[in-house]
């Protein structure tokens, strides 16, 4: 039975709003955004604004979660279309009439300079939801291909500018949904074994692949330096292996309690580069050592748990499939990220969620909790 009050408070009057949240997985993201502004204030304290920017990144990935919460999964499934068709449509203009930074041609000026590939990391997995809620029942070998051509088309315009990193992510996005909607293994198989073989062949042929003149096909210059440079940093160690190197003595360093909050030599001596966006995992391990990378880590899984649960108690096939594939979309920011400050994985530009400076970054993945709390909240009201 529904109370009624006569003249509701404030907080009687708010209190609709955030019915419904998940608990959990709201916690976890408090977890984060505290470890995110602690590490911050002591990797950029002395780099200007970034501390007090990096606070207002959070204060509006939080009110885009808040705002996108409020949206029920059908509604979301409406958009779907109409946002991966502008999300193309703004890399096609990229391609055309981008803005160039670092030889790279990844942004677009509207008024103001934005990325148009970030809005593909939400794009692409609602859109192949979408469709594979509309060929629920009835899929065959073809709706697969649809769904693969879907995603190959924004990924191929964000490899072109280049950007691997957020090709990276964009993929995984994709072909979790792919997997999730029951393709067979047998399709899956073949390309992994070739991934597997063509990394062994690499490894094992290292010298002769590395060496100055050879080319590869298909990968740019610098994307084979890069692999090149994780097999063997040491061969260009005050260069293109300098991050690395720095990144792994910075983590050794920290043993297992660490230096110190504002302690780290490494990261006040800026011999880590980048050292409050893509590496600023490397200046948290030095001042938190291993006990505070086992944490931060836990954090992670349990959030990564919490919404690989929620997406198995989702009503709808739309909403499992979408709800999985945004929670891998934080495992493969999270596990790309530490790898490659670790030395396992070549350096690509993927930020540390919540804990990285970035503000489009920030705002998308405010935008695919939102989802994720948007559908906990939909599967609550389909039991209530």
């Not at 608990?23 to 955004?33: D, I, K, Q």
């Not at 509604?75 to 703004?90: C, E, F, I, K, Q």
């Not at 051509?149 to 072909?175: F, H, K, M, N």
């Amino acid at each position: 039975m529904a109370v009624v009050f006569k003249n509701p408070s404030l907080w009687q009057r708010l209190t609709p709003w955030f019915r419904g949240f998940d608990g959990p997985l709201a916690f976890a993201v408090f977890l984060l955004a505290c470890i995110g502004l602690l590490t911050m204030y002591s990797s950029g304290y002395d780099q200007g604004t970034r501390f007090e920017d990096h606070g207002r990144n959070m204060l509006l990935a939080g009110t885009i979660l808040f705002v996108v919460a409020q949206i029920p999964p059908q509604r979301l499934m409406s958009l779907a279309l109409p946002l991966y068709v502008a999300g193309v449509t703004l890399l096609i203009a990229v391609a055309i009439f981008g803005v160039t930074k670092k030889g790279a041609r990844r942004w677009l000026n509207v008024g103001v300079t934005i990325q148009p590939s970030e809005i593909l990391k939400i794009a692409v997995p609602l859109t192949l939801a979408w469709w594979f809620q509309k060929r629920e029942g009835q899929l065959r070998p073809l709706d697969f291909a649809v769904a693969a051509a879907l995603l190959a088309l924004p990924i191929a315009l964000i490899v072109r500018q280049p950007d691997l990193g957020t090709a990276i992510l964009v993929l995984s996005a994709g072909l979790s949904i792919i997997f999730f909607a029951g393709l067979s293994w047998k399709w899956i198989l073949p390309p992994l074994l070739l991934g597997v073989l063509g990394v062994a062949l690499v490894v094992g042929f290292e010298p002769q692949l590395c060496a100055e003149g050879v080319r590869w096909p298909v990968l740019h210059d610098y994307q084979q330096q890069r692999i090149c440079t994780l097999l063997d940093p040491t061969r260009d160690p005050l260069g293109k292996g300098f991050h690395i190197i720095q990144g792994m003595i910075a983590i050794g360093s920290g043993g297992f309690w660490g230096k110190g909050f504002m302690q780290g030599t490494q990261t006040h001596l800026e011999f880590i580069p980048e050292r409050t966006t893509d590496f600023i995992f490397a200046a948290f391990s030095e001042e938190f050592g291993l006990f505070g990378n086992l944490l931060l880590i836990a954090v992670f899984g349990f959030l990564i748990l919490r919404g690989l649960t929620i997406a198995l108690e989702a009503p709808t096939l739309f909403s499992r499939l979408l709800a999985g594939s945004i929670t891998l979309i934080f495992f493969t920011y999270a596990f790309v990220n530490m790898g490659m400050v670790s030395g396992i994985l070549p350096v690509v530009g993927v930020p540390l969620p919540f804990i990285s400076y970035g503000g489009t970054a920030m705002a998308t993945l405010g935008m695919g909790l939102g989802i994720l709390m948007s559908i906990a909240k939909s599967k609550r009201l389909v039991q209530s």
